[in-house]
Nanobody, 119 residues
Framework: QVQLVESGGGLVQAGGSLRLSCATS????????MGWYRQAPGKERELVAA???????YYVSSVRGRFTISRDNAKNIVYLQMSSLKLEDTAVYYC?????????????WGQGTQVTVSS
């Protein structure tokens, strides 16, 4: 069983920065595609960013240029560096591991970390 533990969320003013971390158990981390999702109150969960085993990345258009996803395979950690934060970035952010091929679903999920952006 793979366990994911997110950290780094919190309260930040608009325009500020936060870095989320997701520590992952298991020996096959380097093979996993990793993703960061978020869900705001009353909204559907959305994929924010993803990084493949080869380092290729994806960003939803609303965060492109402001967020950066990266991974450290030696430490089994995936990061989400968030800059120029906006009020609309407020959400619970979830780390996900091991995308099911041919789908947008992931097999493993963290418990989530709250990010609140204030004015």
């Amino acid at each position: 069983q793979v366990q994911l533990v997110e950290s780094g969320g919190g309260l930040v003013q608009a325009g500020g920065s936060l870095r989320l971390s997701c520590a992952t158990s298991g020996r096959t981390f380097s093979r996993y595609e990793m993703g960061w999702y978020r869900q705001a109150p009353g909204k559907e969960r959305e994929l924010v960013a993803a990084i493949g085993s080869g380092g290729n990345t994806y960003y939803v258009s609303s965060v492109r240029g402001r967020f950066t996803i990266s991974r450290d395979n030696a430490k089994n950690i995936v990061y989400l560096q968030m800059s120029s934060l906006k009020l609309e970035d407020t959400a619970v952010y979830y780390c996900a591991a091991d995308r099911v091929p041919g789908t947008s679903d992931y097999r493993y999920w963290g418990q989530g970390t709250q990010v609140t952006v204030s004015s």
